[in-house]
Every structure is written in structure tokens, then in C-alpha cells.
């Protein structure tokens, strides 16, 4: 089983930036695909994100692309989503999820692809 905890989100003005952070435990990171997910309140929960077990291939919602950038660092068992230009619309709590995969595959995109969940970050853009 994995452990997947968040971390990272916060208040920000229009127009910032903020990056959060997924921490991995309990199994090898480097077995898993990763994605990012957002959830706004009465909203289903959406895909933004998503990076092979490699890093080496990604995949974005078109809502996102452009502005948000997913990576991950292997040798620390942790995944990033920086996030720039942020919009009032982007306020929302956000997941991470870890999905057993083959090596290159990234594009999963629908909540039931993944096997594990974090509990959430909140990310609020007011002015």
C-alpha cells in the first residue's frame, strides 16, 4: 500500500503562484504512476495532471496546460504541481493519487484509473 500526504496549498492572490508537494511511503514510488486532481465544492472531482513512472512522459487537462507543470523526483519519493497565473476558478482542495502502471504510460485521466489518494490540500485564489 502507498501513503500519499500533500502538502503546500494556501491563499493566493490572481495572478500567483504556489507549489505543492506529494509525499510517497510505503512502497516504491517508481512503481507508480502519478496524477493530479482538484475538487471545488459541489464539483466532481477533475484531472489536471499526470506523469509516468519515469517522469519522463506527462499529460494535462487543457484547462491547465500551460500554467501548471507536473514533475517528480524519484530519489526523494516525492511528485510537484507547480502552479502559475492562478485564477479565482482554480480554488479547490487538491489530490494526489498514485496509480500501478507500466513505466512510460501517463495518460490517466478519470479518478477510478488510480489506486491510492491523498487526503488533500486546500488552495484558495481571492484577492
Known amino acids: 500500500q502507498v501513503q500519499l500526504v500533500e502538502s503546500g496549498g494556501g491563499s493566493v492572490q490572481p495572478g500567483g503562484s504556489l507549489r505543492l508537494s506529494c509525499a510517497a511511503s510505503g512502497r516504491t514510488f517508481s512503481n507508480y504512476a502519478m496524477g493530479w486532481f482538484r475538487q471545488a465544492p459541489g464539483k466532481e472531482r477533475e484531472f489536471l495532471a499526470a506523469?509516468?513512472?519515469?517522469?519522463?512522459?506527462?499529460y494535462y487537462a487543457d484547462s491547465v496546460k500551460g500554467r501548471f507543470t507536473i514533475a517528480r523526483d524519484n530519489a526523494k519519493n516525492t511528485m510537484y504541481l507547480q502552479m502559475n497565473t492562478l485564477k479565482p476558478e482554480d480554488t479547490a482542495v487538491y489530490y494526489c493519487?498514485?496509480?500501478?502502471?507500466?513505466?512510460?504510460?501517463?495518460?490517466?485521466?478519470?479518478?477510478?484509473?488510480?489506486?491510492?489518494w491523498g487526503q488533500g490540500t486546500q488552495v484558495t485564489v481571492s484577492s
Open positions: 506523469i509516468s513512472r519515469t517522469g519522463g512522459n506527462t
Open positions: 493519487a498514485a496509480k500501478n502502471a507500466p513505466p512510460f504510460v501517463a495518460n490517466y485521466v478519470a479518478t477510478y484509473d488510480y489506486n491510492y
